[in-house]
């Protein structure tokens, strides 16, 4: 079966510093990968997914992901943050074959932006 | 287009009571997904519908929980006697279905159960 790391539980930046949120996953094969935000009282929205291909993913909101087989990794990147990103995030991966639609996700991170 | 829409945004019942949830996926998603998102547990998969193929039932975590959807678009999940460990947000989601050979599931705004 299929798992999410995600090691980090808050992160703390300054408004227009880099941000960096870990995800590291557990797949026997080449996995789908998303990244989800959710804000206070709000849903799911989704900010980026890897199915195959280029491994560096572009999303909404200037998020980027950079999947990396050989980590089992899918990093959350953006190259300055702004204060309405404050929201928790949540990195999931989608099996193929018979586990098909069923989203494994991590623990998530909650991201405090500072003024 | 309209988004996955749930109903109610809250619910507060009573233990042993029974509860419904709906969820209105977007028009045209042959998929629909519950999950349940808890303090201690996170997001946890509970079921999954794919057109007429049987609904993978393999995250409901007990009996007192099911689901159904009524002619491929509405869904309704049950959970009978209700207990407080059930207090969670149920969240919906829809896609077009792994037929669509990239599928991303889009998620409601979710229903906050409390159980007293």
């Known amino acids: 079966a299929q798992s999410v790391t995600q090691p980090d539980i808050h992160i703390t930046v300054s408004e227009g510093a880099s941000l960096e949120l870990r995800c590291n996953y557990s797949y026997g094969a080449t996995p789908y990968l998303f990244w989800y935000v959710q804000s206070p009282g709000q849903g799911l929205q989704l900010l980026l997914k890897y199915f195959s291909g280029d491994t560096l993913v572009q999303g909404i909101k200037g998020f980027e992901a950079e999947f990396k087989r050989s980590q089992s990794s899918f990093n959350l990147r953006k190259p300055s943050v702004h204060w309405s990103d404050a929201a928790e995030y949540f990195c999931a991966v989608g099996a193929r074959g018979t586990s098909y639609g069923k989203l494994t996700f991590g623990q998530g991170t909650i991201l405090t932006v500072h003024p | 287009g309209a988004g996955v829409s749930q109903s109610p945004s809250n619910k507060v019942t009573e233990k042993g009571k029974d509860v419904e949830l709906r969820c209105d996926p977007i028009?045209?998603?042959?998929?629909l997904y519950w999950y349940r998102q808890s303090l201690g547990q996170g997001l946890e998969f509970l079921i999954y519908f794919q057109g007429n193929s049987a609904p993978d039932k393999s995250g409901l975590p007990s009996d007192r929980f099911s689901a159904e959807r009524t002619g491929g678009s509405v869904s309704t999940l049950t959970i009978q006697r209700t207990q407080q460990e059930d207090s969670a947000v149920y969240l919906c989601a829809s896609s077009l279905g792994w037929t669509s050979g990239r599928d991303t599931q889009y998620f409601g705004p979710g229903t906050r159960l409390t159980v007293l």
């Open positions: 028009s045209g998603h042959t998929a």
